[in-house]
């Protein structure tokens, strides 16, 4: 019986045939944000707890319950940050880069934290891919965001079925407006609402859309419709948007009822809604955030970004069984413990000419090195025997064949080269 340490409830080992979904995911997302030329930035992933009450605001699910948190020995209170979007607003006010007049455009890519109940497609630790475009109002900046993640998803749509949902959820002046006329209805059908909704509508009653009880849902059915809320100016930037997302051909459907769970939104916000074992699950989202710069402490200047859920899309490519080509690997084995220099040398070659390579150095006899040879599913074995040392050339056997071959020493890298390019097919970083 193992009696050894267990990893942390939420926490995962990534790993063996789930890593092939992670590089091609990666290598897709950062080839795509250079197109639309971001820039990376690599934030910490512990912050001063204020960053993230201040930036969610208090009355968020995350702020109230799923931040890991805890004093510092110094007294400083710390999290692990649950997303990235308030650390960027924190690390471009402390760089002062709004004196720089342009449009910043930044992506990160790294795990976050939020203590939630795990369960399907939800952890405690997850990855997200994010991207914050700093420095501009325009509707036609939001069109391009919502073209970008678009475009991403566009990559899989062979393969997964997702919607994107977009709405605007309005400025702080109507969306006051509308919260109040809707604590009116809700207050009116109160005792038929379940306890959670009870306590967001003093909280902040936008979340009660979020709740999944039937009863809730049906009573928010006829709950006034935050679009006939806007004020010109808002209902102006959403029109424009929807025109903007024509011109970039991005498909998309309205969801009056998209609430965001972190209070920084202002006007957009969107969701890309996917089917994970027959629920909807969110593989990304975002929106804008025009005041959040100016509640951290910096100046009034307008941001819009996304996230998305690198873990989840894995799960999802994983369930419809997406085809992932193995990695070429060749195997060098050595008829002789005398050999092992050679052998080494040999290894060290095939690498140095881009060949992935391994060796077994504890194996004794020819029979056990085939037999690791093929519980690692190589694609060719050299063979390094008494004949092979006095003469030039190698043994190469095809692992999947099982065909032998004798090759002569300097054709070998080339030969390899060969197959292992007709071999690998979308796994490239
Ligand atoms: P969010 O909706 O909280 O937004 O998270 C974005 C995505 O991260 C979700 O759509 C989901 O795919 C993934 N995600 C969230 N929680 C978990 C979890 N516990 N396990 C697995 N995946 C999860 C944000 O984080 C905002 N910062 C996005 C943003 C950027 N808005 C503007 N800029």
Not at 9 to 19: L, S
Not at 270 to 278: H, L, M, R
């Amino acid at each position: 019986m193992n009696q050894g340490f267990k990893k942390v409830k939420g926490f995962r080992d990534i790993w063996g045939k789930d890593i092939p979904y992670w590089n091609l995911i990666e290598h897709k997302i950062f080839k795509l944000l250079k197109n639309y030329n971001y820039e990376e930035v690599k934030l910490p992933v512990l912050e001063k707890i204020e960053v993230f009450k201040k930036g969610l605001g208090d009355s968020s699910d995350i702020v109230e319950k799923e931040m890991f948190s805890f004093i510092d020995k110094d007294g400083c209170r710390l999290a692990l940050r649950p997303e990235g979007t308030a650390s960027v607003v924190r690390f471009f006010i402390e760089n002062n880069l709004y004196n720089e007049n342009k449009i910043h455009k930044f992506y990160y890519y790294g795990p976050m934290f939020r203590r939630e109940k795990p369960q399907k497609g939800r952890f405690r630790q997850f990855f997200q891919a994010g991207v914050e475009a700093i420095g501009s109002r325009s509707p036609l900046l939001d069109a391009e965001v919502i073209k970008l993640i678009s475009d991403f998803f566009e990559q899989f749509s062979n393969m997964i079925n997702y919607n994107i949902e977009i709405n605007s959820v309005g400025c702080l002046d109507c969306r006051k407006v509308y919260i109040n006329e809707l604590n009116k209805y809700l207050e009116t059908r109160k005792f038929h609402l379940c306890e959670n909704c009870i306590n967001k509508i003093k909280l902040n009653p936008l979340r009660v859309f979020d709740c999944k009880n039937d009863r809730c849902k049906e009573i928010l059915k006829n709950a006034p419709n935050i679009m006939d809320y806007y004020c010109p100016s808002c209902k102006m930037h959403f029109d424009d948007l929807l025109q903007n997302l024509e011109l970039y051909n991005v498909s998309y459907k309205i969801n009056p009822r998209l609430v965001r769970g972190l209070d920084y939104y202002t006007n957009t916000a969107f969701e890309v809604i996917s089917d994970f074992a027959g629920a909807p699950i969110a593989i990304g989202a975002g929106g804008r955030y025009d005041g959040l710069i100016k509640n951290m402490g910096g100046p009034d200047i307008a941001g819009i970004g996304f996230a998305i859920g690198i873990d989840r899309l894995v799960d999802l490519l994983k369930e419809c069984g997406m085809y992932t080509e193995k990695e070429f690997l060749v195997f060098v084995i050595y008829q002789r413990s005398e050999f092992i220099k050679h052998a080494v040398e040999l290894a060290q070659n095939l690498r140095q000419g881009g060949i992935p390579t391994s060796i077994d150095y504890d194996m004794v006899s020819i029979k056990s090195q085939f037999k690791m040879a093929n519980k690692l599913n190589v694609d060719y074995a050299v063979v390094i025997g008494e004949d092979e040392l006095n003469f030039e050339y190698y043994t190469l056997k095809n692992m999947t064949s099982g065909e032998q071959v004798k090759i002569e020493k300097n054709n070998l890298l080339s030969y390899l080269k060969r197959n292992m390019e007709g071999k690998i097919v979308n796994i490239v970083r």
